[in-house]
């Protein structure tokens, strides 16, 4: 069975930055295309950021581009989403998902197998 479990949530000012890590057991991590997603208060769910299986090729919304930087370590089978420069409205619940059908990753929740419970982000004006 696919764990996914997310750490490193909290309450940050604005300006300031947090570190998400979603860990993966229960499958090959290196066969995984990897994402972050979010939902905010009263919002669908949206894409945050993508990584392919190898880490080489990362694709990011509009939105945080420039400010969020996603990542992988394949031996701690772990993925990360380093976030600065934060804002109030990146406030959200964020889930990390895996898919195990992409290779290069995807921005799509249809193509991701697997999905974290979510943690808490907060940022205070």
């Known amino acids: 069975q696919v764990q996914l479990v997310e750490s490193g949530g909290g309450l940050v000012q604005a300006g300031g930055s947090l570190r998400l890590s979603c860990a993966v057991s229960?499958?090959?991590?290196?066969?995984?295309?990897m994402g972050w997603f979010r939902q905010a208060p009263g919002k669908e769910r949206e894409f945050v950021a993508t990584i392919s299986r190898t880490g080489l090729t990362t694709f990011y919304t509009d939105s945080v581009k420039g400010r969020f930087t996603i990542s992988r370590d394949n031996a701690k089978k772990t993925v990360y989403l380093q976030m600065n420069s934060l804002k109030p409205e990146d406030t959200a619940i964020y889930s990390c998902?895996?898919?195990?059908?992409?290779?290069?990753?995807?921005?799509?929740?249809?193509?991701?197998?697997?999905w974290g419970q979510g943690t808490q982000v907060t940022v205070s004006s």
């Open positions: 998902a895996a898919s195990a059908r992409s290779i290069g990753g995807s921005d799509s929740e249809s193509q991701y197998d697997y």
């Open positions: 229960g499958r090959t991590f290196s066969n995984l295309a």
